[in-house]
């Protein structure tokens, strides 16, 4: 039976020519398995239109360009953020929409920066030429960190572009990425929220859906809408079942090349101290939405992302525990460890260096148990989940890293990045001090339930007070404002030094512990561990060639796939829904929230024809960070944005499976159908279609 | 500073005589302090009286005798239990409220059990005789164990009345209570959920107040009322500014004698594991709840459950990190360690008998700590969250454990508990097998979370499935049938060990396990401490006698206090409130959910006279328990009903304040006014008043 199973399994983890999985770099692409499986050619025209119109949102998302005006689709759900900070109490554009009717009444959002990848350079040699063999770990991260800084700081000199090196298979490969960067990018249209995210957390995640989760934006340069090289031409007719679609996008993060023990160390440690922590956020904030409908507008958002979270670590973590998915797991292992790599010439050199490899990451991860949760908690910053914390921090950080050398700097200060961080650290954006209240008292709540009341960590955060007394302090701070943040910034160590605000005193006092916990996740876990992939990296490419791409890095990636129903608990669940589908769906939930259809849809079904197809499901492997992704068809056409994956698809991380697994988009039909008949927006029509 | 601090802080903890602090025993009454500061003499008729018409809800709560004709007045939210199990989708007692306009109307409760309080009796001798000096702890126990079963079977053989041996004083002193049982309860009158609990989760432990949290029952025998011999007369006026009054009902915990490292441990290991418990459970029920109306109905007594304690013990902990309360837990301990003690004849032994005490129960947590939560898992059964499955195990050890001398069985399986017991375990309540999923799957997760994927008891559980996988196989189980569980018990344990039931499987699979988790507590905690604490009430008694009451057992205590505002956040804050403040509250709150008023309040607004008084606050010392506790005025007239505290009052677990901290209480003429010109029940204001 195992023998059997473990084949079956096989069959999908080994990737066979018959599977759609993968996640390909746009300089690696997928050209043969393209032609072999579906007779496409990917032309580099094809290629290059879709490395310049894909965007991604630096606030975790995709879009695409899809018009020569410089006008951005993207999902409802990556423009919330946008469209909070754009909102307020009398004029809540996040749940009653927006249409600009002239280009005048585009909206600027005030620290939403868009990336357009301009070029890929393999640097892999660069970087490691850096670390000698006989460093140790500290001295290994420092060098390495320090090439990858000068690295990115000579093409920024040189090219004026954002530039970032990006760590690909685990350490296995490094790759400069040139971007474009946006910052003046304004808000065009966007729906309801009720429509967007039709049936909320309830059908997050599953399928058949009804979600009109789209809206748009228009990028400008020097105050004139930038005029686009590349961009999608939107496809009137939209997916069709049985299509080949491709997913241009950047996928967050997925798990799949890590070992057996990294997952276990997931499973154990990181999953649940993950889910633990998302739940007592997201317990706080339906708590504090409770009190009142102005509470439940301004924590909607975080609402949103911790739900969302919860649902797809729950996910990750349900995944991990069943044992069919271990299986598959421990099938693709030994079929590397003890077959592919026996098969291949200088396969005794190759299988220590593999089995030496797995067993050093297996140490690492007994180390890294013993400090995740304070090094998460204190410098991941999960302790402190505010945005004036986060404000306080990086002033108080970079002012000191600054006076550094550029490649000795904690890598987010690196020059290359200050432009980027300086946008956010000085963000306009309204910050509410009782949101923050509610964070930070369950952030520093949960600090002390898992670190215990006597805890160095917990005393120094505390310094004397309770969670509630020193959050009461904390929010005397006076860095709501910007101009109180450049000061400081513009004042330097002296002024960060003499400052007795609470927050950056906070930031301060806390710093030399996160600091300590920084430096020993890169010397015992992040260094160690890149240098061990990068050997299982290696006898991987020996053995199996480039056929796998690396993890998801929330880079551009390439995948494809066919639009395609499946089978669930013994029904036929077609490739697609209809608005008539979102109706019969609302009527079945009484148009409880969040089954609540706005007015303009209640009034409008009669205009709508019901048949057109609204939601549609594709075998294309996408991960979260693919949100707002454009789904593209032969032609390189906008056929629909994704938006999400179904429940089958929550162990993407780990296994990539087609049977049931399916990504989720809306239909490029179903939008148009419900722009011009139900959204008085002419002009959008227009420029998407070209026609009247 | 510290000195001044603690010698102001000692001023409330050590309870000097003009605190209102304690939760008196009935056998031990504070007459000299009534006398002293309230000049009330409490005699024997008013101490008889409070004892036969006060009732314990063995479900988890307290109520009173009302009227002679058996009638008994509760919490809404403690009836909610039988209302739920009254309910369907059809006729939803709970929410939407209920009267039985005559007799024969009344609704019979499922599973309803009451107790009075019929007499206690000092047994502590007894029980400590049994223990001899020599034993080792597992004997001692097991002696221990042994001794309260024979009393209590004895005390039921010669009396009929449901007999307990209750542990006071962490040990320090054994009771033996007598009750008479009704189980043959029937419903009489419920309002709306919506006013009952008006404000839900929101106005939870808060003041102002504006819950009508009421609700009537009536006792039956021999399918006749009861005639209470012993009732409380209803006080057509109630409660007064500034009236002393009375609260006797069943506060079930309170930590106020446990040492500061025992304290120490709750907050470092055992609060933390309960909130992430708690967080778990309650957000799958929300998420459960949000899938449609029949769900929420289905989850909400469950959701109400969770969301109180999640308020009750976050409070609790934030409590232990406020350093201001572990200063007067720290002089409370040194002012009777140090000085105390120290000024007795025999202080010397005293001193050392008490130190070494303490520093057993230090070592005790040390040892809890490594295992606490795998037996609170597995033993107490907190991952197994699910009435069916409570049933399965209740029917694997049932069935063994009476085939032993009653003295060695596990102690709720002693002869003198059985017949309550099976009263539980034969319910015909509903079950819903969608509602014991979400459960099981939670509890079971939560599992593997704490203990880890590979763990043992991880493993036993889910025999080779993933926690979904166990969860659907378990739901085959055929104990939902009443008939079906009656057939294994009757069987007994051959019917048991041949049964497949995957419910009864999985209650046998870990049943091993489970017990030897039970015995470490009995022999490493349980009675270790017992025997340490009983040490440290040795020395308490001789020094200051039985001036401090034992904490809470959820047994019959007397509690007083002063009906009284307070002051917050710099305004007072009046002792009532009026409908006329439920009204604006409403208003304010736009109607939203948690504070939609029923149509019969919106529409019968001008009917009330809106100045009627309707929650109040008073300073007597109650705790969870206490809910539906009758409070009673100086000539023992039912004056209003308990049904919470403040937040101010959350810490009471391990400190009693009086400066903020206050319970409140739903007012006796507030009531009335409702029940007369709201609510169409002239049968039942009769009964109350006598008047027509």
Redesign the interface.
């Known amino acids: 039976m195992r023998t059997r199973l473990a084949a079956l399994l096989l069959g999908i983890s080994a990737m066979p020519a018959y599977s759609d999985e993968g996640m390909w770099l746009l300089n690696d692409p997928p050209r043969q398995r393209l032609k072999e499986k579906y007779n496409f050619d990917l032309t580099d025209e094809w290629l290059e239109r879709a490395r310049l119109a894909s965007i991604r949102f630096n606030n975790g998302g995709s879009g695409a360009f899809v018009s020569a005006n410089g006008l951005i689709v993207t999902n409802h759900h990556i423009a919330a953020d946008a469209l909070q900070k754009l909102s307020s109490l009398e004029r809540d554009l996040f749940r009653d929409g927006f249409y600009a009717k002239s280009s005048a009444d585009e909206l600027k959002c005030p620290d939403l920066e868009l990336n357009v990848l301009q070029s890929i350079e393999e640097v892999t040699d660069q970087v490691n030429a850096a670390v000698k063999p006989e460093m140790k770990p500290a001295e290994a991260f420092a060098a390495r960190r320090a090439a990858m800084a000068e690295v990115e700081k000579a093409s920024l000199d040189k090219t004026g572009l954002r530039s970032d090196v990006v760590t690909l298979y685990q350490g296995g490969a490094y790759h400069l990425y040139r971007y474009k960067k946006y910052t003046d990018v304004r808000l065009v249209f966007a729906p309801e929220e009720a429509i967007a995210s039709f049936g ?3 059908d997050n995640f599953e399928f058949p859906r009804f979600g009109l989760d789209v809206s748009f934006f228009r990028a400008y340069e020097a105050d004139k809408p930038v005029a686009a090289k590349h961009w999608f031409k939107w496809s009137a007719e939209g997916a069709r079942d049985g299509d080949l679609v491709f997913v241009t996008g950047n996928p967050g993060t997925t798990n799949r090349l890590e070992t057996l023990d990294k997952l ?1 160390h997931r ?2 440690i990181t ?2 101290f993950t ?2 922590r998302i ?2 956020m ?2 706080a904030l ?2 504090y939405g ?4 102005e509470n439940k507008r301004r924590a909607t958002t975080d609402l949103h992302r911790y739900a969302n979270s ?1 649902k797809a670590f ?1 996910g990750q ?2 995944g ?5 998915v271990m299986e598959m797991k421990v099938a693709a292992h030994n079929e590397l460890a003890e077959d592919q790599i026996l098969r291949k010439p200088g396969s005794e050199r190759h299988k220590k260096a593999f089995d030496a490899a797995d067993r050093r990451i297996a140490e690492i991860q007994k180390v890294y148990a013993t400090f995740e949760k304070p090094y998460n908690l204190v410098e991941t910053g999960t302790a402190f989940p505010s945005t004036l914390f986060t404000i306080a921090r990086h002033i108080v950080r970079m002012t000191k890293e600054v006076g550094k050398p550029n490649g000795d700097r904690l890598r987010e200060y690196r020059d290359s990045n200050l432009e980027s961080l300086k946008f956010e650290l000085f963000s306009p954006a309204p910050i509410y001090p009782d949101l923050e209240r509610v964070k930070l008292l369950t952030g520093i ?1 949960f600090l ?3 670190m ?3 805890d160095t960590l917990v005393r120094f955060t ?1 310094d ?6 020193l959050v009461d302090d904390l929010l005397t701070t006076k860095l709501a404002d910007p101009a109180e943040r450049k000061r400081l910034v513009e004042g330097g160590i002296i002024a960060v030094e003499d400052s007795t605000d609470p927050m950056i005193m906070l930031a301060r006092r806390i710093d030399r512990h996160a600091r300590e916990l920084r430096k020993r996740f890169e010397t015992e876990v992040e260094e160690p561990e890149r240098q061990a992939y990068a050997e299982i990296a290696k006898v991987r490419f020996a053995v199996l060639g480039k056929s796998i791409p690396p993890d998801a890095t929330f880079t551009l990636r390439l995948a494809y796939g066919v639009v395609k129903g499946y089978e669930a608990e013994g029904q036929k669940v077609p490739f697609a829904t209809t608005f008539a589908g979102l109706y019969e769906r609302a009527e079945a ?2 148009h ?1 929230e ?1 089954f609540t259809l706005p007015k303009r849809w209640l009034d409008g079904k009669g205009k709508l024809d019901l048949s057109t197809p609204y939601n549609f499901a594709a075998t294309s492997d996408t991960i979260g960070g693919n949100s707002g992704s454009p789904v593209l068809n032969r032609a390189g056409e906008f056929v629909g944005i994704n938006f999400d994956r179904n429940r089958f698809g929550l162990v993407r991380n780990f296994v990539y499976t087609e049977e049931q697994a399916r990504h989720i988009s809306v239909h490029s039909k179903g939008i148009l159908e419900a722009l011009r008949k139900l959204y008085d927006c002419p002009g959008l029509v227009k420029e998407l279609t070209g026609a009247d």
């Open positions: 909320g957390d309830v276990k499973r154990d999953l649940p889910l633990a739940r007592a997201e317990a339906i708590q409770e009190r009142g409908p919860r729950s973590y349900q991990l525990l069943d044992p069919k709540t002390a339930e898992q215990g009341g006597n505390l004397g007070l309770s969670p509630a007394g939930q009484r409880k969040p």
